[in-house]
C-alpha cells in the first residue's frame, strides 16, 4: 500500500491539459484516488476484515451496523475497480473482500455481520454487497470455496420478506434478490415486481422521483430512484423497464448536468450531503446504460470537476478517510442516523470504472460543462426548482419552489433547512446547527408576531415553474405568504404577497454566506451586503415595501466555514388583510454596489401585479391574486413568454 498519510493530491499523476483541458483529470485519477480511498480503511478493519470499524461518531444502529456499513460500502468502491480492471486490481484487493464475505457470513465469527431484520441498515448495505458481488463475479464470488458461496446466499436469502422503510429503500431488496436469481438462488420475484411498481407511485415526470410521498426532492433522485432501476435492469437484462428507465434518466440528464458550478461544486441542497461526489453517480450511469444527452466528454469534464473540487479542498482528509460533514467535519449537514462509514455511499461516484479504458469516456477530450459556455436559466417543473448560473463568477444558485420534505416533519416541528429555504447554491449553504431552524434568517420569507414567534415555512404549495419564474405558497396559522420568483442573470426577484395579522413584522432573508474569518459586512438604507475575500458577495435589497436592512451572523452554523452571515431585510408594520413585498437577492461574484441594484431595477406594484424592469430593457409582470400570471417582454423580441401558457 501507498502512504495514506500524505494528501491525495500529491498521490496523484500529474494532469493531462491536452485530453482534459478542464480538469486535467484522466482515469488515471480516479483509480488513484480509488486506491487512495481503499487503502486508507485497511487500519481500521476488524480480524477477518468483515468489519470496517471506521472512527467517528457512532451510528444509531450500533457498532455492528457501523463495521458492516464500512465493509459493505467499500466493497461497493473496490468492486468498480477490480471489474474496471478486468480483475487485474491492485495487490490483495480481490482477498480483501473475499476474506470479509467468509467471515461476515459465519455465525461463529466474532464480527460476523448482524442478522437480516425489518427496516434495518443491514437492508442498504446488503444491497451493496449484492451490486459488488454481481460486478465481481468471475473474479470473488465465483472463486469462493463453497461453503461460503452458501453462507453469502443464506445471509442475503434472509432479506426476503423483510419490511423496508417507503422510500428508496423499497430498491435495496430488488437488487438483493435478483443478485439470487443470477447466481440460481431460490428468490421472490414479487420482491422485485413489488419494488420497481411501487416507485411508479413516485415519479413524477421530466425524470424526477420524489423519495416516497411527498415532495422529497434531491439528490436522491440521481443515486438513488435511477441508480438501482438502471443497475437491477443491467442484472436482469429486462429490455422492456430498462429501455423505460433509460429514457427517464436521459430526460433527468438533460437538468441535472447544471447542477454543478464551473469549479465542480455540487449545489448544496437536501439529505446525506456527506456523501458528497456520489452527485455524479447517475452521470455515470447514463454512459454506462446508454441513457445520456450528454456527450462523453461533458460527462467527464462535470464528474471529473466534483471530484477534483472535493480533493482541493481537503476530501479525502489527511488520514485518507471520508468524514461526516461537507468539507471538513460538519455534523449538522448529515442525519442523526449517520455513522462514521455513512459517508461511503460515495462509492457510487466511481461507477464510471466500469467502463472500459478504452471507452469514448475516457478517451476524448473533456467538453465544455453547460456553465463553461454561458448563463443559464433551467425551470424543473418536477421538483419545482428554478436554476439560474452565471458563467463570470461560475455560481450555480436552485430557487426552490417545490421540495419540502415534510411528510418527515413532526407535528409542530421546526422545518428542515434542508429544504425548506428559498435558495441553494453551490459555493453557499443554508444555517444549520443546534436551533438553527428556529433563529436562522437566510433563504426565508418570515411573518413575526409580537411575542416573537415566526411563521414557518413548513409545507410548500408549488404553484407554477415556467422560463425565469417559480411560485409556490405557504400557511402558517393567521399567515399565507404567495411568492413568485423572477431570475435574471445571478438575481433573484421575490415578489410575496403576504397575509397576515396588522402590525406583525414582515422578513425577508438572502443567502447566508461563510467563511473561515468572518465576513465583511455593509449595510445601507434599505440594502445589506456580506462579502468574503474572494470576492462571492450576498446581496439583499429591498425594492418595494421594505424599510430596513440588516446582517444575522452565527457561528459553527454553516458548513463551508465558521463564520457566517445572512443579509436581510425587514418591513416593521404589516398592514393587515394582504399586501405585497418584493426583494432583490443575489450570490455573485459582481462588486456592483447594492444601492446601485436599487437604483437600477425598477419596480411598480399595483395591488397585486408587480412589474420590474431590468437595466437592460427586459421587463417582467408578476400578478400574484387568485389568477397567478408571468408575462417576460425579453429585449429585441416583440413575442412575450406567458404562463399561463396561452
Not at 460476523?112 to 446488503?126: G, L, N, R
Not at 455513512?342 to 470504472?353: C, I
Not at 459582481?590 to 436599487?598: G, T, W
Amino acid at each position: 500500500m501507498r502512504d495514506i498519510t500524505a494528501n491525495v493530491l500529491t498521490s496523484l499523476p500529474p494532469g493531462d491539459g491536452y485530453l482534459s483541458p478542464f480538469t486535467g483529470w484522466t482515469r488515471a485519477h480516479w483509480e488513484g484516488l480509488a486506491d487512495h480511498l481503499l487503502d486508507a480503511v485497511v487500519p481500521h478493519a476488524a480480524p477477518g476484515f468483515a468489519q470496517i470499524r471506521l472512527p467517528g461518531r457512532p451510528g444509531l444502529s450500533g457498532l455492528a451496523s457501523d463495521g458492516l456499513e464500512g465493509y459493505a460500502r467499500t466493497f461497493l468502491l473496490a468492486a468498480f475497480r477490480i471489474a474496471g480492471a478486468g480483475g487485474a486490481a491492485p495487490t490483495g484487493l480481490i482477498e480483501r473482500y473475499a476474506e470479509g464475505l467468509a467471515h461476515g457470513t459465519d455465525p461463529g465469527h466474532p464480527y460476523a455481520w448482524p442478522a437480516p431484520a425489518d427496516c434495518s441498515q443491514q437492508i442498504v448495505e446488503a444491497a451493496s454487497i449484492a451490486l459488488a458481488l454481481h460486478e465481481t463475479r468471475p473474479w470473488l464470488f465465483d472463486r469462493l470455496d463453497a461453503p461460503v458461496r452458501e453462507r453469502v446466499v443464506a445471509w442475503l436469502a434472509g432479506f426476503a420478506g423483510k419490511r423496508t422503510w417507503q422510500s428508496n429503500w423499497v430498491l435495496f431488496p430488488v437488487v438483493i434478490q435478483q443478485f439470487l436469481a443470477g447466481v440460481g438462488a431460490p428468490h421472490d420475484p414479487a420482491e422485485i415486481a413489488g419494488g420497481l411498481d411501487r416507485i411508479e407511485q413516485w415519479y413524477v415526470g421530466d425524470g424526477w422521483y420524489t423519495d416516497g410521498d411527498g415532495r422529497c426532492f434531491d439528490y436522491y433522485a440521481g443515486w438513488a430512484m435511477h441508480l438501482y432501476p438502471l443497475l437491477w435492469a443491467r442484472m436482469s437484462g429486462d429490455r422492456e423497464r430498462g429501455d423505460l428507465y433509460r429514457e427517464r434518466l436521459r430526460t433527468f440528464l438533460d437538468q441535472y448536468q447544471h447542477m454543478f458550478a464551473r469549479d465542480g461544486a455540487p449545489v448544496h441542497q437536501g439529505r446525506s450531503l456527506c456523501y458528497r461526489f456520489a452527485t455524479v453517480a447517475p452521470l455515470w450511469l447514463g454512459e454506462l446504460m446508454d441513457a445520456t444527452p450528454l456527450p462523453p466528454g461533458r460527462t467527464r469534464r462535470i464528474a471529473s470537476g466534483v471530484l477534483r473540487h472535493f480533493a482541493e479542498h481537503g476530501v479525502p482528509d489527511e488520514r485518507g478517510l471520508l468524514g461526516l460533514g461537507w468539507y471538513d467535519r460538519f455534523l449538522p449537514a448529515t442525519q442523526h442516523y449517520s455513522g462514521p462509514a455513512s459517508p461511503y455511499w460515495a462509492s457510487k461516484a466511481f461507477a464510471g470504472l466500469l467502463l472500459p479504458a478504452d471507452h469514448p469516456v475516457w478517451t476524448v477530450r473533456e467538453s465544455a460543462a453547460p456553465i463553461d459556455d454561458g448563463d443559464r436559466v433551467v425551470a424543473m417543473s418536477g421538483p419545482g426548482w428554478l436554476l439560474h448560473a452565471t458563467r463570470h463568477d461560475g455560481v450555480v444558485r436552485l430557487v426552490n419552489h417545490g421540495s419540502d420534505r415534510a411528510r418527515h416533519l413532526a407535528a409542530g416541528g421546526l422545518e428542515d433547512p434542508h429544504y425548506l429555504r428559498f435558495g441553494y447554491a453551490s459555493h453557499a449553504a443554508p444555517e444549520t446547527g443546534e436551533d438553527a431552524s428556529a433563529r436562522a434568517v437566510d433563504g426565508h420569507l418570515a411573518v413575526v408576531a409580537p411575542d416573537g414567534t415566526v411563521s414557518r415555512r413548513r409545507r410548500i404549495e408549488p404553484l407554477a415553474t415556467h422560463d425565469r419564474f417559480a411560485a409556490s405558497a405557504y400557511e402558517d396559522g393567521a399567515v399565507r405568504v404567495v411568492t413568485a420568483s423572477a431570475v435574471r442573470g445571478p438575481w433573484e426577484v421575490r415578489a410575496h404577497r403576504v397575509t397576515a395579522p396588522a402590525g406583525w413584522a414582515v422578513r425577508d432573508g438572502g443567502y447566508a454566506l461563510a467563511d473561515a474569518r468572518p465576513p465583511a459586512v455593509h449595510t445601507g438604507a434599505c440594502w445589506a451586503r456580506v462579502s468574503r475575500p474572494d470576492g462571492l458577495s450576498s446581496v439583499a435589497v429591498g425594492l418595494h415595501g421594505f424599510g430596513e436592512a440588516a446582517v444575522a451572523r452565527a457561528v459553527d452554523a454553516n458548513a463551508y466555514g465558521a463564520c457566517s452571515a445572512t443579509p436581510y431585510l425587514t418591513a416593521p408594520a404589516h398592514p393587515g388583510d394582504s399586501a405585497v413585498y418584493v426583494s432583490l437577492v443575489a450570490l455573485t461574484g459582481d462588486r456592483a454596489a447594492p444601492d446601485a441594484l436599487a437604483e437600477s431595477v425598477a419596480v411598480t406594484v399595483d395591488g397585486d401585479r408587480v412589474g420590474v424592469t431590468f437595466p437592460d430593457g427586459e421587463r417582467v409582470e408578476l400578478e400574484l391574486g387568485a389568477a397567478l400570471a408571468y408575462t417576460r417582454w425579453p429585449v429585441g423580441s416583440a413575442k412575450p413568454v406567458r404562463w399561463p401558457l396561452d
